[in-house]
């Protein structure tokens, strides 16, 4: 039995941290000792979501700076700050996306901090083609690739749906958080709108109580709830500008719809254009719309995309061999992986820091100066929002309820 620590920097429900539990709640199913380390312990309402996730060994860094662990496993580059703060045989740190990508081109020195975790000295293991080929010819960095599983009895064809799909009529779904700029959310349901399609439905992480636009919504569902709501809709419209591993897409494959996309990043593990599904390489907002009206009027090409995609959700893996090869993994790196010199791990990171903090201090001038300005506002809005959600969280659900239902009623909204 191995004893390996998972660094979480949020256990709130997203489809990062979804992967994650995956993996180590079936792992601790499987015999290892798995630990999930994070600045706060959630409570179990917090973790409800997930099934199992509360089943883990929960501990905060001063709980586990007392632990020995044969791997500890940073999962997203915030976190990979906190290796040096757990006592551990091997280090490694588990790459989802390329993370600076989350950040605007502009935030130059965010960006590069975010990118000088993937120099470090410690093991990788990654999920998808592209970053495994990525850190490699960016970072000369050998990742363990391993692919994400779909959970085969949370999304498969024969789930009952929240409500039948009707011949003749185009039902779309537009899936993901709001106010995260790579995601565009919000863009993907004002394009659906502009359509013909018959009905639109929005489904988010978000903690919402209304959202203009939408026939129906559905607000932190958890994911034993999802695959209902795919198996209602059509096709989803989903316009992420970054993805690791692209999930929803292929959750809708395997509950019978098909997907509208652009050419993110980790799309050609399995989407097919003209297959089964529609991928837009120009990206252009009118591509979109003539996406969804050419679904709504050619039912034939709508039925030849739903099988084709069924087709490419049977030949997908499940979460069970996902996870074994995911342990395999890590049991690789704790018998055969690199060595980490702790006190060098320590020295770089904190340089790093260091280095970003410094760059936030310094003058700057004309345009410069506004954006500098802008982004430091930015950062203090972040940590008061944090601190509000983190301290305080039936205000900010109240809050964030109060806010979109707001938006709802305002002129235009419908």
Not at 25 to 45: A, C, Y
Not at 116 to 138: C, G, P, R
Not at 279 to 298: C, G
Request: glycine share 4%; hydrophobic share 40%.
């Amino acid at each position: 039995m191995s004893k390996v620590a998972f660094l979480l920097w949020s256990p709130d429900i997203s489809g990062g941290t979804n992967v994650i539990f995956e993996h180590a709640t079936r792992m601790l199913q499987n015999g290892e000792d798995i630990t999930i380390i994070t600045d706060d312990k959630p409570n179990e309402k917090r973790l409800g979501w997930f099934p199992g996730a509360e089943k883990l060994t929960w501990m905060n860094y001063a709980e586990a700076a007392e632990q020995q662990f044969d791997l500890v496993i940073a999962t997203w580059w915030r976190t990979v700050f906190y290796l040096n703060k757990v006592k551990a045989k091997k280090y490694a740190f588990f790459v989802q996306s390329i993370e600076s990508r989350f950040y605007p081109e502009d935030e130059v020195t965010l960006r590069t901090l975010v990118d000088l975790t993937y120099s470090l000295q410690v093991n990788f293991i990654t999920e998808a083609t592209w970053i495994k080929d990525h850190l490699k010819q960016h970072f000369d960095q050998d990742a363990i690739l391993v692919r994400n599983g779909i959970s085969k009895t949370y999304f498969n064809n024969e789930i009952q749906p929240k409500s039948p799909r009707i011949d003749g009529k185009l039902r779309v779904l537009v899936e993901g958080p709001l106010n995260v700029s790579f995601k565009n959310t919000e863009l993907a349901v004002d394009l659906c709108k502009q359509s013909r399609a018959d009905e639109v439905w929005f489904v988010t992480s978000t903690e919402i109580g209304a959202y203009p636009n939408v026939d129906r919504l559905f607000s932190r569902v958890p994911i034993s709830e999802i695959g209902s709501i795919y198996a209602s809709c059509d096709v989803l419209v989903k316009l992420s500008t970054v993805e690791g591993m692209f999930g929803p897409p292929l959750e809708i494959y395997h509950t019978g719809g098909t997907s509208i996309s652009y050419d993110v990043t980790g799309y050609d593990e399995y989407i097919e254009h003209g297959t089964n599904g529609l991928v837009s390489f120009s990206r252009q907002h009118h591509e979109i719309v003539e996406f969804i009206n050419r679904l709504k009027d050619d039912p034939n090409e709508l039925a030849k995309l739903k099988s084709n995609a069924l087709t490419t959700a049977r030949n997908w893996p499940d979460w069970e061999s996902s996870s074994k090869e995911f342990n395999l993994a890590c049991q690789q790196i704790i018998a055969v992986g690199s060595d980490t010199s702790v006190t060098l791990l320590q020295a770089q990171t904190d340089r790093f820091w260091l280095f970003y903090e410094e760059s936030l201090r310094q003058p700057k001038q004309g345009v410069q100066a506004t954006a500098s300005l802008n982004s430091r506002y930015a950062h203090f809005r972040q940590r008061v929002i944090n601190k509000l959600y983190r301290d305080y969280p039936a205000i900010f659900s109240l809050l964030r309820k109060i806010k979109w239902t707001v938006k709802s009623y305002l002129p235009g909204a419908r």
